[in-house]
């Protein structure tokens, strides 16, 4: 019985899909239609565990066991209904003829049997060796499946196998423990979790709980309970596996590109050389029976024209290549003999696919030597070469750190810790800090780097833009950025009194915004300087060091609060012109580019070779194109509308849609591992050669989609073995250009 027809959700007043979402719960809505809780837990009786298993599953389900293992009688009738072997079984029994004829029935029936048998080995070598492999891997899952784990049932703390696991229990982990189902956090103490990703340990404060654990998370530090809510099938990891499953069965190959070119070669090249010999043979039967036994014999006994040339062919290749290496290299006994030893390889049956064999096992091995790069599935070595996309995912590499996105200067201080602004210690540095971020959120000039100057101050402050655009009103705003370097705004805050104050910013050069001003803000003294010629000069070589040293933009900041001159007539305010004289010098932000030169590089160099680069991320949109545009993933010429996409668009479009706009895509926000996964299937039906990269458990159905699966870390290990093609194990995001760029 499939699983599909053992569930039945009667018993509970909440379903499996709803249970996909828990986060839309709150925990007490979990524990009643669960009918569990902290204190005792499930009921745990036999009825009890069986209305939960009919329910929503067991936990003893894999990607793969919807799959019937074959017997090894049924592998072997598969392999004798080869054409290869078809084709063998032909020219033994045609050897059988002409031997009847030529020496008799006794003799000939030897002969026969002697040639048969190593052909009867050679071909169900191969069966054996897949039949132990299936045995060896259900084996070693079924040992992961006997990991042991704490529960608590009826008041009682008990320890079960994690395949006994049911929705509604009440899990108990400790340091080092692995998650065994998908679940809520419901209570922990100082606790940290690695879910395989390079990016960041997962460190949860203690009061954010109802935070959603997947399958296979390890509890790296301290402890903490865990309420299922998806085993089995119905954990995400299965039900996208099945998604990569269903993907394939659809008209994709579930082996590599080359991998096909190289046993398409191999089998015409086997046929060929077994049809010749079929028709050498038909023609010397004919020739024996129809004709005098001595046009089919000569004074040796062999048949005339079964004369076999290989090895007068082998003795002038031995020959040619001792020669050929002889004149470049004098004697060499050890390359001639690697020369025969090759000429022997590629002239037996699979020889070729045998040769590719050796020389990919050759740089696997040289791979992860050099580099730290793991090959688990070898024809990916090659299969790097032929890569037209890559999709990348958020791995270590592309966190943004916000605390080094920005240089802050107020005054002639470089502000490196950013809580002297935090809880309005100082009525001072509380001014300063709410006069810059209100220039920062209301006055927009529409400069590239302006997206990453707001993320730093919302990150960094915790203030929002919306807060700000609620809270003031602009009057006239004055953009002379493209051409002049500036930018001004005139406003007024909405809970000032009508009549009193307007406020002015002026934002862009800094030397530009420095001529404009006649006080600075002095943080250290916690006052207003007045600026004179001499602190104008300091300003400016240190404008000048700054924009030197770090090679990158900079903003600078001004402000200056005016008295309405007449405040009935609002309506005439909306022409003022914005004053430019007297402003005080806020500071000087300075914007860096949060990646490594190495990364911009490696990214570059794959956009030269022709390699399209695709970005699948997380985060939310502004973020994700701060990362693009900062990384080289994104131009700012192909900033244009389809480039970045949120996607839940992608996600509700039509399938043809899909398929169509994929190409265009370069920035994908605010992805799930089903997005990437939908987004890696539809550029492989465009017809491109994609390569996927990951650095957590929740890739790894994106990378088995691909046709080339790059995983990062060294966690997960037999995970990644399983679906990714590759590992680099010291998540060195550069040693993509070895898999992908040198194979070329």
């Keep these: 019985m499939t699983h599909e027809n053992t569930i039945n959700s009667n018993y509970f007043s909440i379903s499996i899909e709803e249970l996909s979402n828990p986060q839309s719960f709150t925990l007490q809505q979990l524990f009643d239609a669960l009918e569990t809780n902290t204190s005792s837990g499930i009921l745990g009786d036999s009825n009890d565990l069986y209305r939960r298993r009919n329910s929503f ?71 054996t060796f897949r039949f132990f ?21 009826h008041q009682q703390l008990l320890q079960i196998s994690s395949s006994e696991v049911v929705v509604g229990d009440i899990v108990l982990l400790e340091s080092g423990d692995h998650v065994p189902a998908d679940g809520i956090l419901i209570q922990g103490n100082s606790y940290k979790f690695d ?102 014999c000569d004074k040796d006994g062999d048949p005339k024209g079964v004369k076999n040339t290989m090895e007068e062919i082998m003795n002038e290749a031995t020959k040619y290549m001792r020669r050929r290496r002889g004149e470049n290299y004098g004697t060499n006994k050890v390359n001639g003999f690697v020369a025969m030893v090759c000429i022997l ?39 790097g070469a032929l890569v037209t996309t890559l999709c990348l995912s958020k791995t270590s590499d592309f966190v943004v750190n916000y605390t080094t996105l920005v240089d802050l200067w107020i005054g002639f201080e470089k502000i490196n810790d950013l809580s002297v602004f935090s809880g309005g210690a100082r009525d001072f540095t509380d001014e300063v800090r709410n006069t810059l971020l209100e220039g920062i959120f ?24 919306e807060q700000f655009h609620g809270s003031c009103s602009i009057l006239n705003l004055e953009n002379y950025y493209p051409n002049k370097g500036l930018c001004g705004v005139l406003l007024k805050r909405n809970k000032e009194e009508i009549g009193e104050f307007l406020h002015v910013h002026w934002k862009g050069e800094p030397k530009l915004v420095l001529s404009m001003c006649s006080n600075y803000y002095d943080i250290n003294n916690g006052t207003m300087q007045t600026l004179d010629e001499e602190k104008r000069e300091l300003f400016n070589r240190k404008i000048a060091s700054i924009i030197v040293s770090n090679g990158v933009h900079c903003f600078g900041f001004a402000y200056k609060q005016v008295i309405r001159s007449s405040p009935k007539e609002e309506e005439k305010e ?15 932000v300075v914007l860096k580019n949060p990646y490594s030169p190495e990364l911009r590089r490696m990214i570059e160099v794959c956009r030269k070779s022709g390699i399209e680069i695709k970005l699948m991320v997380d985060d939310d949109l502004n973020t994700s194109r701060l990362m693009a545009i900062n990384s080289g993933i994104l131009r700012i010429e192909e900033d244009l509308q389809g480039s970045i996409i949120e996607a839940i668009e992608f996600r509700k479009s039509p399938k043809e849609s899909q398929i169509n706009m994929c190409h265009k895509i370069k920035v994908m926000a605010n992805c799930s591992p089903a997005d990437k996964l939908l987004l890696v299937n539809c550029l492989k039906k465009r017809g491109g050669h994609v390569a996927a990269t990951g650095s957590s458990i929740r890739d790894l159905p994106s990378l088995k989609e691909a046709d080339v699966g790059i995983f990062f870390g060294k966690n997960c290990a037999d995970l990644a073995k399983e679906d990714a093609d590759i590992t680099i194990v010291d998540s060195n995001f550069g040693k993509i250009l070895a898999i992908l760029i040198l194979a070329k």
């Design 442 to 465: 209301m006055n927009i000039i529409g400069h590239v780097d302006e997206d990453a100057l707001l993320i730093w101050a919302e990150k960094m402050f915790g203030e929002n833009i």
């Design 345 to 383: 390889v590629f002239s037996l049956k699979d020889g070729l696919s045998l040769g590719m064999f050796i020389v990919l096992l050759y740089a696997s091995k040289d791979m992860k030597k050099n580099d730290q790069i793991i090959v688990h599935n070898l024809p990916s070595c090659a299969n």
């Design 57 to 127: 599953g067991s936990n003893n389900n894999f990607s793969s066991s919807s799959v019937k293992k074959k017997s090894f009688r049924e592998l072997t009738l598969e392999a004798f209904k080869e054409s290869t072997f078809i084709l063998l079984f032909c020219c033994v029994v045609l050897s059988l003829v002409i031997g009847i004829k030529r020496d008799g029935l006794q003799e000939a029936l030897f002969d026969s049997v002697i040639i048969f048998l190593p052909i009867f080995f050679v071909l169900n070598f191969s069966v």
């Design 195 to 296: 879910d395989g990703s390079t990016s960041h340990d997962l460190v949860l404060p203690r009061e954010q709980l109802h935070h959603v654990l997947f399958n296979h998370t390890k509890l790296v530090e301290g402890s903490c309970q865990l309420l299922v809510t998806a085993v089995g099938e119905n954990k995400e990891r299965i039900k996208l596996m099945k998604c990569v499953t269903r993907f394939q069965n659809n008209g994709h190959e579930c082996y590599s590109k080359v991998q096909k070119s190289i046993d398409e070669m191999s089998s015409f090249l086997d046929k060929l050389s077994l049809s010749l010999s079929l028709i050498i043979l038909v023609v010397e039967v004919f020739r024996c029976f129809l004709w005098n036994k001595s046009w089919c």
């Design 133 to 153: 492999k299936e045995r060896w891997i259900s084996k070693r899952r079924l040992s992961r499946k006997k990991k042991v784990i704490r529960v608590l049932r």
């Design 574 to 588: 909306n022409g003022t012109i914005i004053t430019k004289d007297g402003l005080s010098f806020l500071g000087i």
